[in-house]
């Protein structure tokens, strides 16, 4: 695997209400690879990856997209350099068809025949309303979306949420094969095995910092480890 480093943070702090939620946090995503970010309710994961897009300010840190420090770009500015967010929402465009939905995303003389070719499932709703498919389908909308902006990065916050576990093994396997053709993937994911088992690499956050960082299959074999950095309990370990 190419290990070219396409986003990094370094020491990144974010504030909220005037309340520290995520400290000094610093990792990297490689292209071509899923790095998963591991964590309890309330560890700050969603925060770190609002802060990464630009959704929310940083208080202090350095973020590269490639060799570009892009923490001072507005958001819009962030997803033009290459770096794509899918939120937890899944918002679609409720009362356009599928196919218009992905038609919106498109830049320049890009088709959906990529997102359709990854999610062939869209194929037989493109002219459905996209607020009348499943939950499944919808996120798949969402993170084909993100896709025809060609970004470098994509942030995936929680996309197994709400939806049954063959759902979400179909949707893993997706993002495996999008890293496996040069995207970098960071992502949040309550499923930490289903998570561990396509990830390159592994973070897990508590109380807003990372205290684990390395390869993925410790965590996936040893639960009651995992469990312990879940809570904060066990202690901080590096294998970057």
């Known amino acids: 695997m190419d290990s ?24 990297r995503v490689d292209r071509g690879s899923v790095t998963v970010l591991l964590g309890a309710n309330g560890a700050g994961k969603t925060t770190l990856l609002e802060g990464v897009s630009g959704a929310v300010p940083i208080a202090s840190g350095r973020i590269r997209l490639g060799e570009q420090r892009v923490e001072k770009l507005r958001a819009w500015r962030r997803a033009r350099a290459g770096l794509a967010h899918v939120e937890q929402n899944r918002t679609v465009f409720r009362e356009m068809s599928v196919l218009d939905n992905l038609r919106a995303a498109c830049r320049h003389d890009d088709t959906p025949d990529r997102v359709l070719d990854l999610f062939p499932e869209l194929r037989k709703q493109l002219h459905a309303r996209a607020g009348l498919l499943s939950g499944g389908e919808q996120q798949m909308l969402v993170v084909g979306r993100a896709l025809l902006g060609r970004p470098k990065v994509l942030l995936i916050d929680e996309m197994s949420l709400g939806l049954a576990p063959i759902v979400v093994a179909r949707l893993a396997h997706a993002v495996r094969r999008l890293a496996d053709g040069g995207v970098g993937v960071l992502l949040v994911e309550q499923f930490a095995a289903l998570a561990l088992g396509i990830a390159d690499r592994a ?26 950095l879940y809570l904060g309990d066990a202690h901080t370990q590096s294998g970057v």
Request: a positive charge; hydrophobic letters at 40%; zero cysteines.
């Open 203 to 228: 973070y897990v956050m508590a109380r807003g910092g990372i205290v684990y960082s390395g390869d993925g299959r410790r965590l996936r074999h040893d639960e009651g480890y995992l469990r312990a």
């Open 4 to 27: 070219v480093s396409v986003l990094s943070l370094e020491d990144v702090t974010v504030d909220r209400s005037g309340l520290t939620i995520v400290r000094g946090v610093s990792l």
